[in-house]
């Protein structure tokens, strides 16, 4: 089946089995390495991709569903403002250690601020609640999260 | 040589009836269980071994309709849609908001809930308290059937080889109150040990109208309509004596079926707790 759809900017068309997980389609047809598999059932995050504008597994999304999407992954994502104020607060709030789980929590801290650009500490930990980290103990993601969204006028 | 699956994808839900009744295809909405179902290894691409119809796209299966008696939900209206929509039960919403994750709410429909028959599905709980009603279509017509003649057993249930489910009918009825809670180890994506709906309406003084449906407990929602009925217009003042022995009235309907995430003890000893409470808080209601 032929699938079309955006990849961070950029209209493409795939030709393969509907059912592949967009997971693969995007990191082995278009090298989009930053999105990650951890569980490959839903558990962790590790894959979260934003599809028009909402946080989704890509390891659980078969391609032929996100057909006339937009996607979002991290490479796309860390062209802008939004990302730089994120990754900035993090560095500072000591929210990354092996990296593998920041993809996904960027995107996750992307998708929750879209909609509340300020937000409390209990919707931050419900806006990550879908990722894992097995390094930081996540205080620092949350500190990360809570320092970004103070940025003026950036969300 | 690696085969690949036959999917479709309909561009309206006559089609996608027509080809469920040419093909016996699998019908797809958000993929948050078929999915991890058919998984393979990392990099081999799921095969659920018979065609894939693809139902999430469309437009006649995604909507919310308020109508003076009731409320449709299209089968694959999001979970995330759903907490949207001002005439969804505020019951239904918090079930919601317990429910998987962010990104599992995004994809995951009510639908697909119901038509996996889970005994940990959480809504199913909430939909047998609402006394809600499904919807089947197929390619000759639509025929209506209440949720709890839906569910036979632990993934099994009356939808036939050629039927979708279209919508959710929800019957609006007056409420004073009602109590949702789910037991589970980690607050997200954690499946219920128990999930507890209940629902209660309290008129001069009087109890008029109780629910109670339990998730997890058994291969299908436990519901006891007989003891409701017991526990409607008897004086309060007896009732609140009682609701220890109320509570334990349920403990023969709990049978579950045997899994990782408890025991049985565990799951009689904490839901007749359950119980006990709701009946406490609704004593307590002024009304
Ligand atoms: C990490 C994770 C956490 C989860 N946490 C929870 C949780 O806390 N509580 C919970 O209840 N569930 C949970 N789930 C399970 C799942 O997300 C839900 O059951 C969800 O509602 C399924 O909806 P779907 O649209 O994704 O279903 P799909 O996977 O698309 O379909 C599920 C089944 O229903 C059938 N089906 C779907 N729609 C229709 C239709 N309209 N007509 C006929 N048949 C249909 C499919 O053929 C399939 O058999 C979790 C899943 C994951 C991966
Ligand atoms: S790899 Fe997708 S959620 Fe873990
Ligand atoms: S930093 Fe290592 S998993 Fe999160």
Same mark, same amino acid.
């Given at each position: 089946m032929k699938i079309k759809f955006t990849v961070n900017g950029r209209p493409e068309t795939v030709d393969t089995d509907p059912m592949r997980r967009l997971l693969d389609v995007l990191r082995d047809d278009f090298g989009f390495l930053g999105v990650k598999e951890g569980c490959g059932e839903g558990e962790c995050g590790a894959c979260s991709v934003l599809v028009n504008g909402e946080i989704v597994f890509s390891c659980i999304t078969p391609v032929g569903t996100v057909e006339g999407s937009e996607i979002l992954t991290i490479e796309g994502y860390r062209n802008t403002e939004r990302y730089r104020a994120i990754e900035a607060a993090m560095e500072e709030a000591g929210g990354v250690q092996c990296g593998f789980c920041t993809p996904g929590f960027v995107l996750a801290a992307e998708a929750l601020l879209r909609k509340n650009p300020h937000p409390s500490e209990d919707e931050i930990r419900e806006g990550i609640s879908g990722n894992l980290c097995r390094c930081t103990g996540y205080s620092g993601i949350v500190e990360g999260i809570k320092k970004a969204a103070e940025s003026e006028g950036v969300w | 040589m690696v085969t690949q699956n036959v999917v479709y994808r309909p561009g309206s839900l006559e089609e996608a009836y027509r080809l469920r009744t040419d093909t016996g295809a699998l019908p797809l909405a958000g993929g948050t269980d078929l999915m991890v179902r058919y998984r393979k290894t990392a990099g081999l691409v799921p095969d659920p071994g018979r065609p894939v119809l693809f139902i999430g796209h469309l437009k006649d299966l995604r909507r919310v309709e308020e109508r003076a008696e009731e409320v449709r939900i299209g089968s694959c209206t999001t979970y995330t849609e759903l907490l949207s929509q001002k005439a969804v039960p505020e019951i239904l919403k918090r079930c919601i908001t317990l429910l998987a994750s962010p990104p599992i709410r995004n994809r995951g429909t009510v639908g697909g809930n119901i038509c996996n028959s889970s005994p940990a599905g959480d809504t199913l709980p909430v939909?047998?308290?609402?006394?809600?009603?499904?919807?089947?279509?197929?390619? $000759? /017509?639509?025929?209506?059937?209440?949720?709890?003649?839906?569910?036979?057993?632990? /993934? #099994?249930?009356?939808?036939?080889?050629? #039927?979708?489910? &279209? #919508?959710? %009918?929800?019957? &609006?009825?007056?409420f004073s109150g009602w109590c949702y809670r789910k037991i589970g180890t980690r607050r997200a994506n954690a499946l219920a040990k128990i999930s507890?709906? /209940?629902?209660?309406?309290?008129?001069?003084?009087?109890?008029?109208?109780? $629910?109670?449906?339990?998730?997890? %407990?058994?291969?299908? %929602? %436990? $519901?006891?309509? #007989?003891?409701? &009925?017991?526990?409607? $217009?008897?004086?309060?003042?007896s009732l609140q004596r009682s609701t220890v022995e109320m509570a334990a009235r349920y403990r023969p309907l709990i049978r579950p079926i045997t899994d990782q995430r408890s025991t049985t003890g565990y799951r009689a000893g904490v839901t007749l707790v359950l119980i006990e409470q709701f009946l406490t808080a609704v004593l307590q209601k002024k009304g």
């Amino acid at each position: 089946m032929k699938i079309k759809f955006t990849v961070n900017g950029r209209p493409e068309t795939v030709d393969t089995d509907p059912m592949r997980r967009l997971l693969d389609v995007l990191r082995d047809d278009f090298g989009f390495l930053g999105v990650k598999e951890g569980c490959g059932e839903g558990e962790c995050g590790a894959c979260s991709v934003l599809v028009n504008g909402e946080i989704v597994f890509s390891c659980i999304t078969p391609v032929g569903t996100v057909e006339g999407s937009e996607i979002l992954t991290i490479e796309g994502y860390r062209n802008t403002e939004r990302y730089r104020a994120i990754e900035a607060a993090m560095e500072e709030a000591g929210g990354v250690q092996c990296g593998f789980c920041t993809p996904g929590f960027v995107l996750a801290a992307e998708a929750l601020l879209r909609k509340n650009p300020h937000p409390s500490e209990d919707e931050i930990r419900e806006g990550i609640s879908g990722n894992l980290c097995r390094c930081t103990g996540y205080s620092g993601i949350v500190e990360g999260i809570k320092k970004a969204a103070e940025s003026e006028g950036v969300w | 040589m690696v085969t690949q699956n036959v999917v479709y994808r309909p561009g309206s839900l006559e089609e996608a009836y027509r080809l469920r009744t040419d093909t016996g295809a699998l019908p797809l909405a958000g993929g948050t269980d078929l999915m991890v179902r058919y998984r393979k290894t990392a990099g081999l691409v799921p095969d659920p071994g018979r065609p894939v119809l693809f139902i999430g796209h469309l437009k006649d299966l995604r909507r919310v309709e308020e109508r003076a008696e009731e409320v449709r939900i299209g089968s694959c209206t999001t979970y995330t849609e759903l907490l949207s929509q001002k005439a969804v039960p505020e019951i239904l919403k918090r079930c919601i908001t317990l429910l998987a994750s962010p990104p599992i709410r995004n994809r995951g429909t009510v639908g697909g809930n119901i038509c996996n028959s889970s005994p940990a599905g959480d809504t199913l709980p909430v939909l047998h308290a609402l006394e809600c009603s499904l919807v089947l279509g197929n390619i $000759r /017509g639509e025929r209506t059937v209440p949720i709890d003649r839906f569910i036979t057993g632990p /993934g #099994e249930n009356a939808l036939s080889e050629d #039927e979708i489910l &279209k #919508e959710i %009918v929800i019957p &609006k009825a007056a409420f004073s109150g009602w109590c949702y809670r789910k037991i589970g180890t980690r607050r997200a994506n954690a499946l219920a040990k128990i999930s507890f709906a /209940g629902l209660y309406l309290i008129e001069s003084g009087e109890v008029h109208d109780i $629910r109670i449906a339990i998730g997890a %407990v058994a291969p299908t %929602v %436990v $519901r006891s309509r #007989e003891i409701e &009925k017991t526990i409607i $217009r008897i004086p309060r003042t007896s009732l609140q004596r009682s609701t220890v022995e109320m509570a334990a009235r349920y403990r023969p309907l709990i049978r579950p079926i045997t899994d990782q995430r408890s025991t049985t003890g565990y799951r009689a000893g904490v839901t007749l707790v359950l119980i006990e409470q709701f009946l406490t808080a609704v004593l307590q209601k002024k009304g």
